[in-house]
């Protein structure tokens, strides 16, 4: 079974047999995407993504249960450009500790923080320990930008550099213009690599291995960081085909591990 949280009655979830079950527990922003995008652009896409998934897939291994998703995270990088929202870093741990002791409350043993936002990434991998230690979960790290998850699916349509891919760009934008493609504005794209101190360096970049702790108008005068210009709606399809496959088989994987 594959279903929503909120769409399942009480009973349901109780007579969910836990020691195969997996909960995913979806967390997105609300921030600035240039001004070609919607500031909703992480979650519309992991929402997006979600929904095919129900649609088009099966889980063999157990129920597989998507929470309600987090549509505002730790987007502190992009306050200054209009639209952003965003948590404390005391505050959004806090809540994601209490979903998750929520959900283990509800007898469920094996958690899945599934992430569509890169300023999201350290809160998540630091809480995922704290909550195996504090609520004797299993929890397992989902994150699509600081990791190679997008890689296989962008083999031959990038079509942009190295600097490409990152935020508000060609791979984000061919996602929304094939999921949402009513709130892209293509006129106003434009493409913009990161400032040359964090670009032409053979240690400190956005991609690491070292990182600054930068701001996004440290980085960018336009918001966006990569490519959109290249972007279309037939990548768009394609990259959502690939992510559907791909996350299920992760998602598996994740059933499998034991720990």
Avoid at 101 to 111: M, P, Q, W, Y
Wanted: hydrophobic share 45%.
């Amino acid at each position: 079974m594959i279903a929503k949280w909120e769409n399942l009655t009480r009973d349901e979830l109780a007579a969910i047999d836990k020691e195969s079950a997996i909960v995913c527990l979806p967390t997105a922003a609300t921030e600035q995407h240039g001004a070609h995008l919607p500031v909703g652009t992480d979650a519309i896409i992991l929402a997006s993504l979600i929904d095919m998934i129900i649609e088009k897939e099966t889980f063999t291994e157990g129920s597989l249960i998507f929470a309600p998703q987090l549509p505002v995270g730790k987007s502190n990088e992009h306050m200054g450009f209009a639209g952003t929202l965003t948590f404390g870093t005391q505050t959004y741990y806090a809540m994601l500790h209490d979903l998750a002791s929520a959900i283990a409350k509800s007898g469920f043993k094996k958690l899945v923080l599934l992430n569509s936002h890169g300023g999201n990434t350290d809160m998540l991998n630091l809480i995922s320990r704290d909550l195996r230690i504090d609520l004797g979960l299993n929890v397992f790290v989902f994150d699509w930008w600081f990791t190679s998850f997008w890689e296989k699916g962008l083999q031959g349509l990038k079509e942009s550099g190295k600097y490409g891919v990152f935020h508000a760009c060609e791979l984000e934008t061919s996602l929304m213009l094939y999921a949402q493609p009513q709130s892209v504005h293509m006129a106003l794209a434009v493409d913009e690599d990161p400032v040359a101190s964090l670009r032409d360096n053979d240690y400190v970049t956005v991609f690491g291995p070292y990182n600054a702790g930068w701001k996004t108008s440290d980085v960018t005068s336009s918001g966006v960081i990569g490519a959109p210009t290249l972007a279309t709606a037939e990548k768009g399809k394609k990259l959502f085909d690939y992510a559907v496959r791909e996350l299920v088989q992760i998602i598996k994987a994740f059933a499998h591990t034991e720990y």
